[in-house]
């Protein structure tokens, strides 16, 4: 048993405790709440002072591309220059660049990668990651990103929620025989070796239409996986919609969805998660992030880490533009920054510090807890626990 003090101002995140103690057991969270009303059992323990700072739950990132190879700055470049990405397709570029290095790469090289990625957001107090495969395309490609995601839970201290993406349809493919491939060969195989947990589909005009999505999770419903939408990112497809309504984790990305969609995320208790950096390096409108927790909708914020539209790593930055552009309040973001996302992940004891969740979390080099929030650029992290313990290397004690 572990017993923090010295925390100056702990978040939940949904409560807030000033001078708090936090008591962990065998990786879990046995209690918390201010030092003063600590139980006689922790009491007499020896404490691990944490030195008057600030305590927030480990940040839980439920959308990431992890896994890739390649290099895209020049695409960013061009971009940046005015080229639209369908120009930047039709050259070669995009997905059709990541595929192609990702193709080449073998699982140690890959797993190099991430691993890198994975300490990046390690630093700034990210404990959970969900990674998707979707850029190797063939099944052989697909299986072989899911096998990196499985090594990067053994080689790295953070948790991985590894996720099969059906990303697009990769040329020398019919759609039909293509879409049948995953039905009758890739989900099952996925699900009987347990290389991931959920399916996402990319639902839009150059990925999958809705009735292939709805064959697609159909059919990874009847495998035992949880499914999941890139929905309403570059057009209005109805996807969001019909990933609520079959009982669907989340919908992510919904730049172009409306009330209604909202409502349906509402009803059927579908995540709703918003990828800000895709958002506005696509120029595409920023969700309605407030209009869509009003109207009820359990709200994540995640930071689409991918090399072509979300170079990000680090997701303060996204909760950041989530309060300035989304008008989510600070205590809002760091919610969907950890217990909300954690429902996207089918973890609702990940991303809350309460009795029996997981003591993941990151004391804050601030006697302020929303302290990162604040500070743009520069996270403010002094140590990250996961399951309890130290997780960053020079994480004192
Ligand atoms: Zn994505």
Redesign the pocket.
């Known amino acids: 048993m572990r017993v923090f003090t010295g925390i100056s101002e702990l978040r939940t995140p949904f409560k807030r405790f000033e001078n708090a103690a936090l008591a962990v057991q065998e990786g879990r969270v046995a209690w918390v709440g201010r030092e003063d009303a600590l139980p006689e059992p922790y009491r007499s323990r020896s404490k691990y002072d944490l030195g008057g700072r600030g305590v927030v739950p480990g940040l839980v990132d439920s959308?990431?591309?992890l896994v890739w190879a390649g290099d895209r700055l020049e695409e960013y470049a061009q971009r940046a220059r005015g080229a639209s990405y369908a120009e930047i397709l039709a050259a070669g570029g995009g997905i059709h660049a990541t595929t192609r290095a990702t193709r080449a790469a073998n699982e140690d090289e890959l797993l190099a990668l991430a691993r890198k990625r994975a300490r990046s957001f390690l630093k700034t107090g990210v404990t959970t990651l969900e990674v998707?495969s979707?850029y190797g395309l063939e099944p052989e490609h697909e299986l072989k990103m899911l096998r990196v995601v499985r090594r990067l839970t053994e080689a790295e201290p953070q948790r991985f929620a590894p996720t099969l993406?059906a990303h697009v349809v990769p040329s020398g493919w019919n759609r039909d025989s293509y879409v049948e491939m995953w039905v009758r060969e890739l989900i099952p195989e996925v699900a009987r070796t347990g290389l991931a947990n959920a399916l996402?589909v990319?639902v839009d005009r150059e990925a999958f239409t809705l009735a292939e999505a709805e064959r697609l999770w159909q059919a990874a419903l009847e495998h035992g996986l949880d499914i999941k939408a890139?929905a309403e990112q570059l057009t209005h497809t109805g996807a969001a919609r019909l990933v609520a309504e079959l009982g669907g984790l989340s919908a992510?990305?919904l730049e172009r969805a409306t009330p209604p969609d909202w409502a349906a995320l509402a009803k059927h208790g579908t995540v709703g998660t918003l990828?800000p950096g895709?958002a506005l390096l696509l120029r595409q409108p920023f969700p309605g992030a407030r209009a869509m927790w009003d109207a009820g909708v359990t709200v994540a914020v995640a930071s689409?880490h991918?090399p072509g539209?979300?170079p990000f790593y680090n997701l303060w930055l996204a909760l950041q533009l989530a309060v300035a552009l989304g008008r989510l309040t600070l205590e809002e973001a760091l919610q969907a920054g950890t217990a909300h996302a954690a429902r996207a992940l089918a973890r609702p004891q990940l991303g809350r510090l309460e009795p029996g969740s997981a003591a993941d979390f990151v004391v804050v080099d601030s006697p302020h807890a929303l302290e990162p929030l604040y500070r743009w650029g520069e996270t403010p992290v002094h140590a990250v626990y996961v399951a309890g313990k130290p997780a960053l290397a020079e994480s004192p004690p």
Request: proline residues 0%; without cysteine; glycine residues 6%.
């Open positions: 959308h990431t591309h998707k979707g993406l996402d990319f890139h992510d990305h990828l895709a689409d991918n539209s979300s």
